[in-house]
């Protein structure tokens, strides 16, 4: 993340991916403050094993760019509000990449479906992390079919059903 005040967002991602049991480092990095530790970052990714960078940024958002131009691991980028723009100027900073160096993004503040999103890429090599993400995908449907039932004891006088 592009600094410490991104933490209340990333966490989402973070309880995701220690729900699936995914290690996962987290890194405050900033590509204007700490270009060289950005490069470092990025370049030494693969080698210490990681298969797909989360980086978040608000506002200029330079960072999960910078760290896609310095590996040929999948990058995904979330936007981070915290501008005066809402988070708008992250966004378009990050999905508006140079040919060559794709950030896939996320929408702002989605740190949550950026861990969905690594989750899936992962799963497509590990069969263990397909289970899990499976067993995750058929919980989301009965969230919702639990929730139907409850709507159906709410009770109103024009109601129907």
Do not use: W
């Not at 991602?13 to 290690?23: G, S, V």
């Not at 700490?34 to 990714?45: D, R």
């Amino acid at each position: 993340m592009g600094s410490t005040s991104d933490l209340p967002v990333m966490e989402k991602a973070a309880k995701f991916l220690d729900e699936m049991e995914i290690p996962f480092e987290m890194n405050a990095l900033s590509a204007h403050r700490t270009p060289a530790e950005v490069e470092s970052f990025a370049k030494g990714a693969k080698e210490r094993g990681l298969q797909v960078i989360i980086a978040a940024a608000g506002m200029a958002a330079a960072l999960p760019g910078v760290i896609a131009a310095n590996t040929t691991l999948p990058v995904i980028g979330v936007p981070i509000k915290g501008s005066v723009l809402d988070g708008v100027d992250a966004l378009y900073s990050i999905i508006q990449m140079p040919p060559g160096i794709p950030v896939a993004t996320v929408g702002i503040n989605a740190a949550q479906n950026a861990a969905i999103l690594a989750t899936q890429m992962i799963a497509l090599t590990d069969s263990t992390v397909a289970d899990r993400l499976a067993a995750y995908k058929e919980s989301l449907k009965d969230k919702i079919v639990k929730a139907n039932e409850e709507l159906h004891k709410v009770e109103f006088k024009f109601k129907c059903n």
